[in-house]
């Protein structure tokens, strides 16, 4: 059993279209977070939630938006996609306490055009 | 604010020669350091951690590293590399069991049979 998920795994798109990644994890963790890797492999984190709440949101664009149904799930909503966004997205989850050990998701290699 | 340099992007080893990579970290406090793998095509995998006490830390694979508070450097070491250890690794610190991961930007390692 994967232990976190994500997807897609690849999704192209073209500029101004809105897109949606999804990822779930069945680990049993209170904690979710998205991170972005960019072309460089440099590795930022985006947000992060606790049981379905927002407790980390870094200088991310608007356009972006996390959702948390539930604490097994974080799916990330990107709003008028720009060439930028091209990206690896990771989703990851940790125990309450132990942000230090995530436990990362293949990751989902967004290609704007 | 805290943050993470690994200063070589790239290292070449031959297969059975030994490995040091190397990372800096800026924080005020005791940090929480950690050593992350990522497999080509994979999210990434904790290799270990660091959080007080002994300053040498055994992880997965046969990977060690070494925390040393008067140069802030952890860097990590393999006596003998492994063709399959061919990926690239990260550090990264936090301030604490709640804090985010802070990543480097990573070191890719090439091994050469």
């Known amino acids: 059993d994967t232990a976190v998920s994500q997807t897609p795994k690849y999704l192209v798109t073209q500029m101004g279209n809105d897109k949606s990644i999804k990822c779930e994890q069945n680990?049993?963790?209170?904690?979710m977070y998205w991170y972005k890797q960019d072309s460089k492999k440099f590795l930022k984190i985006m947000f992060s939630?606790?049981?379905?709440?927002?407790?980390i949101n870094e200088t991310v664009p608007n356009r972006f938006s996390p959702k948390s149904p539930d604490k097994a799930h974080l799916n990330l909503h990107i709003n008028s996609l720009e060439l930028g966004d091209s990206a690896v997205y990771f989703c990851?989850?940790?125990?309450?306490?132990?942000?230090?050990?995530?436990?990362f998701g293949p990751g989902t290699r967004l290609t704007v055009t | 604010a805290q943050s993470v340099t690994q200063p070589d992007i790239h290292i070449t080893v031959s297969e059975g020669a030994s490995l040091e990579l190397r990372c800096n970290y800026s924080?005020?406090?005791?940090?929480?350091l950690f050593w992350y793998v990522q497999s080509p095509g994979q999210g990434l995998q904790l290799l270990l951690k660091?959080?007080?006490?002994?300053?040498l830390v055994q992880g997965i694979k046969g990977f060690e590293a070494e925390f040393k508070r008067s140069q802030s450097s952890f860097n990590l070491r393999k006596p003998s590399v492994h063709w399959s250890d061919a990926a690239e690794y990260f550090c990264?610190?936090?301030?604490?069991?709640?804090?985010?991961?802070?990543f480097g930007k990573g070191t890719l390692l090439t091994v050469n049979p």
């Open positions: 990851a989850s940790s125990q309450e306490g132990r942000a230090y050990e995530q436990y």
């Open positions: 680990l049993g963790h209170d904690t």
């Open positions: 939630y606790n049981n379905k709440e927002l407790i």
């Open positions: 924080y005020g406090a005791t940090p929480y």
């Open positions: 660091y959080f007080s006490g002994d300053t």
């Open positions: 990264a610190v936090s301030g604490g069991s709640n804090y985010k991961l802070t």
